[in-house]
Nanobody
Framework: QVRLVESGGGLVQAGGSLSLSCAASGRTFNSYNRVGWFRQAPGKEREFVAAVRWSSGSTDYADSVKGRFTIFRDNAKNTMYLQMNSLKPEDTAVYYC????????????WGQGTQVTVSS
């Protein structure tokens, strides 16, 4: 069973940058089909942000973050990152990393989340 731990959240002004990390323990990320970032703002449903196919490095982004956020991985450190630039107040949310099971096809493994707050 994999354990995912996010870090790097915080408070930043609009237009600023933050970098999130997601470290895996128990299993390596290459045991999973894809790993990604999701977020949930107060009163809203959890939404997809970005994902990376661990084996190939191919990426996918939500339209709302394209051109501003970059997802990348470090195989040696078994860690995934989300570089967030040009942050907007609407990016404020709890950010979660997740791993997608090769068996079920669903994002079955989740971290505890890290808060990102963007002030205007």
């Amino acid at each position: 069973q994999v354990r995912l731990v996010e870090s790097g959240g915080g408070l930043v002004q609009a237009g600023g940058s933050l970098s999130l990390s997601c470290a895996a323990s128990g299993r390596t990320f290459n045991s999973y089909n894809r790993v990604g970032w999701f977020r949930q703002a107060p009163g809203k449903e959890r939404e997809f942000v970005a994902a990376v196919r661990w084996s190939s490095g191919s990426t996918d982004y939500a339209d709302s973050v394209k051109g501003r956020f970059t997802i990348f991985r470090d195989n040696a450190k078994n860690t995934m990152y989300l570089q967030m630039n040009s942050l907007k107040p609407e990016d404020t949310a709890v950010y979660y990393c997740a791993a997608r099971s090769m068996i079920t096809g669903g994002y079955d493994y989740w971290g505890q989340g890290t808060q990102v707050t963007v002030s205007s």
